[in-house]
């Protein structure tokens, strides 16, 4: 069976301190997709990152950046100086493929709720 | 592209009542799906269409839940017969050919009372 495990339920910094959220994975296929969201308090989910099993490379995005270890199978999100509009909670999802190896639908770790104070 | 739009952003019904929701997806999206959030949990999936075709269904989709997409466009999710367990964020994601990432909506809030 898939599962996302977020173990870190709320986390609290101040303004300008680096954050890392975890996430670790599990799944039997050898082909899959890792994604995070952003929930801010306006309830929308926002796509932040898409990765598939294939793709071992961490990648940065300005402030964001994901390290991805099938070994540990972990797919972790660092946010370098983080700012108060960083305040929200942010999701971990992983989707087995299907329908010729496309994607399939997201399960969800808990969540991580991270607070950033000025 | 204005994203995915769902409506009402926000419904309250007395328990027993039938409430009907509206997704409409990103207009060159083949694939559409429902997912549920209660407080201090992430997204469950429902369901799932591709184009006007429901190829999955969760085991969470009680047979007071049904779903349709007509013509592949926008879809509606019912409930019948509410219940209080039902009070919940539906959201709704859509994505082109399971390529990229899913685009969310903004949900509708249920409270059933």
């Known amino acids: 069976a898939q599962k996302v495990t977020q173990a870190q339920t709320e986390i609290s910094v101040v303004e300008k301190e680096d954050v890392t959220l975890d996430c670790v994975y599990e799944?039997?296929?050898?082909?899959?997709?890792l994604f995070w969201y952003k929930q801010p308090p306006s309830g929308e989910l926002v796509f932040l990152i898409r990765r598939n099993s294939f793709d071992e490379q961490n990648e940065i995005s300005g402030r964001y950046s994901w390290n991805f270890q099938k070994s540990t199978s972990s797919f972790n999100f660092t946010i370098t100086a983080s700012q108060v509009v960083d305040s929200a909670v942010y999701f971990c999802a992983l989707s087995e493929a299907k329908y010729g190896g496309s994607q399939g639908n997201l399960i969800f770790g808990k969540g991580t709720k991270l607070s950033v104070k000025p | 592209d204005t994203g995915v739009s769902q409506n009402p952003r926000h419904k309250i019904t007395k328990r027993g009542q039938n409430v009907t929701f509206r997704c409409d997806p990103i207009?060159?999206?083949?694939?559409l799906y429902w997912y549920r959030q209660t407080l201090g949990q992430g997204p469950e999936f429902l369901t799932y269409f591709q184009n006007e075709a429901q190829l999955e269904k969760s085991r969470l989709l009680s047979d007071r839940f049904s779903a349709e997409r007509p013509k592949g466009s926008f879809s509606t999710l019912e409930i019948q017969r509410t219940e209080q367990g039902d009070s919940a964020m539906y959201l709704c994601a859509s994505s082109f050919g399971g390529i990229y990432g899913y685009t969310f909506g903004s949900g509708t809030r249920l409270t059933v009372v």
């Open positions: 799944t039997r296929d050898t082909t899959y997709y």
């Open positions: 207009s060159e999206h083949n694939r």
